[in-house]
C-alpha cells in the first residue's frame, strides 16, 4: 500500500538536544512538506521541498533544519535552538496540483 | 499567508446534520479541501471542491462554496459518533496550502 510513514509515533527527548523525526513516502510524489501542529493553532508550515536536493523555509523555519537527498525521504531536525519544541509534528507529500496526504504524525515531548 | 477561518468547536446530537464553515481569502485558489483528523493520527482528505462548482455531494458529504462571500461549508448528514474529530478547510494559495485552525465536533448520543 501506498503512503506516507512517519517515524516514531512518540519521541522524548531532553532540552538542548538534537532530535530527528523521519518521513518516507512511496507515493512518488515530488513534493513533501513539514508542518507542526499546536493544539487550537491549526497547522503551520516549516519547511517544504519541491525537488530532491531542493528545500524552502515556511513559516516558523527557526530552530529546525531539514534535507532532500532522496526523492522519498524528508527528515526533520528539531535543534536545541527550537525555544518550544514540544508539539506534534506533521509530514505531507503531494503531486503537482494534487491534494496533500498526510503521515500519522510525531508527538514530541522536551522536558 | 493566507487566513483561512473556521469557529473552533461544534457539538451536535447524533442523527442530526452538522455544518461546519470556512472563510478564505484567495479568490485564485483553484481547489478548497476538506480535511479529517481523528485523536493522534494525520489528517485524512475527505473531499474537495473545485473553485467553478457551487456544490458537491459525496455520499453523507455535501460542500457549498459561495465565491462572492468565499465562503465554504461542509454538511455532515445523518452525523455519527464516529464523525467525532477536527476538521480543517484549506485552500492553495501560490503553491502553498493554507489551513484553518480546524472545527473540533463533538457527536452528542
Known amino acids: 500500500d501506498g503512503g506516507i510513514t512517519q517515524s516514531p509515533k512518540y519521541l522524548f527527548r531532553k532540552e538542548g538536544q538534537n532530535v530527528t523525526l523521519s518521513c518516507e513516502q512511496n507515493l512518488n510524489h515530488d513534493a513533501m512538506y513539514w508542518y507542526r501542529q499546536d493544539p487550537g493553532q491549526g497547522l503551520r508550515l516549516i519547511y517544504y521541498?519541491?525537488?530532491?536536493?531542493?528545500?524552502q523555509k515556511g513559516d516558523i523555519a527557526e530552530g529546525y533544519s531539514v534535507s532532500r537527498e532522496k526523492k522519498e525521504s524528508f527528515p526533520l531536525t528539531v535543534t536545541s535552538a527550537q525555544k518550544n519544541p514540544t508539539a506534534f509534528y506533521l509530514c505531507a507529500s503531494n503531486s503537482y496540483n494534487s491534494p496533500l496526504h498526510f503521515g500519522n504524525g510525531t508527538r514530541l515531548t522536551v522536558t | 499567508g493566507e487566513d483561512v477561518e473556521q469557529s473552533l468547536f461544534l457539538s451536535v446530537r447524533e442523527g442530526d446534520s452538522s455544518v461546519i464553515n470556512c472563510t478564505y481569502t484567495d479568490s485564485s485558489s483553484t481547489y478548497l479541501y476538506w480535511y479529517k483528523q481523528e485523536p493522534g493520527a494525520g489528517l485524512q482528505l475527505l473531499t474537495y471542491?473545485?473553485?467553478?462548482?457551487d456544490m458537491k455531494q459525496d455520499q453523507r458529504l455535501t460542500v457549498l462554496l459561495n465565491k462572492k462571500d468565499k465562503h465554504l461549508s461542509l454538511r455532515i448528514a445523518d452525523t455519527q459518533t464516529g464523525d467525532s474529530a477536527i476538521y480543517f478547510c484549506a485552500e492553495i494559495g501560490g503553491n502553498q496550502f493554507y489551513f484553518g485552525t480546524g472545527t473540533s465536533l463533538t457527536v452528542i448520543p
Open positions: 471542491i473545485f473553485s467553478n462548482m
Open positions: 521541498s519541491q525537488i530532491v536536493n531542493d528545500f
